[in-house]
């Protein structure tokens, strides 16, 4: 970095710091450190559907003491609860998702541009504004039930974490495995939480039939830096204690290195492949950083927030491999990059897994068993 000296002015210092792309991260108000313990979001910007834009501004007053960051629980009778896909990038056409909002924090979540479609903001309300789809497994007995369906593997977790902190209080997705369990039908399952394993019970018995994998996502293997990216998720150790009791349990679980993010925790990617090998992964992924509509701000903050000396450095290599912007939404390219910078990562991944046996995917699950679960009806029977 640059040398600044006394005669360098402080607008001049700043933009040698951060860069003239990076400038205006400076000028957004964000709440004090201390008012967002155990949250990741810097700012609670309005929803970009809403019809009034709210903005924090200093007026010389000392502010009012912030209300608790308690969880706010929002009980939703949902309409339906598999939702379809079309993109080509998947491995999947269609998932439950039996939150929406997540308690964890993680300020790259790619999720957090969905809660502006309930009117809310993607920063602080996102952690905070949990909507509970408590009717959830029976909505999915009746949508299986339908003569008309045809199974293919159903994935949870692809959105917003089913085991946060709140899946300990309503076990929403206990239900739905049991429903799943009932109809033998094949579920994927993404998280980093160890709660996972308070189902081991249900687990197990599908995957007796064939009928599911786990991914379980360890974006660093240092405690501090986990906690400042994932306030609420579990630890690390605790991530890894359970892909081994999953596996253990002969459950085929994959060691997610996601999202990995440039001059981070990027330097840790084979640590984290080699301890989920050493606890029982058969299988490993890596993405690369994401920033998405209000992520890309929410990121940016929080990296001023903890890493200002490395907000230039970072944005300019997430650049590097999307193609010079700070997010490609292209099929085929958003979730791994181009340029050196994405080569070189997956060179280092392609290693790893080949070192450590890691390489290919998880056994197709199976989708032959399946039985049309008898549907909840109010009506008696005749007979």
Known sequence: MAEIGPNISHSEARRRLFGTRDMDLLSRPMLETPKLRGRGAASNESGRFEAHKREMFADGW???PEEGFETREHIERAKSIITRNVSPDIGFDRSIN???????GCSY???RPTHAYLGHSAGIDFERDIYVKVNAAELLRAELANPRYKPKPIAIGTNTDPYQPLERKYKIMRSVLKVLLEAKHPVTIVTKSALIVRDLDILTK??????????????????????????RASTPSRRLEAIKLLSESGIPTRIMAAPMIPAVNDHELERILDAGKAQGATTASMI???????VRDI??????KTYPDKVKHVMN???DYRDGRDNDPRFGSRFTG?????VLMQQRFEKAVSRLGLEGDAMPLRTDVFAHPQKDTAQLSLF
């Open 288 to 294: 690369l950083l994401r920033l998405p509509g209000e």
């Open 109 to 111: 979540c790619f999720a």
């Open 62 to 64: 000392e502010p009012e």
């Open 317 to 319: 290599l997430v650049r």
């Open 206 to 231: 599908l995957n007796k039939l064939g009928l599911v994998s786990v991914g379980i996502s360890v974006t660093s293997m240092d405690h501090r830096l986990s906690r400042f990216m994932e306030p």
């Open 338 to 342: 181009e340029g050196p910078y994405a």
């Open 98 to 104: 039996p939150y929406r909002g997540c308690e964890h």
């Open 299 to 304: 990121f940016r903050e929080w990296l001023l």
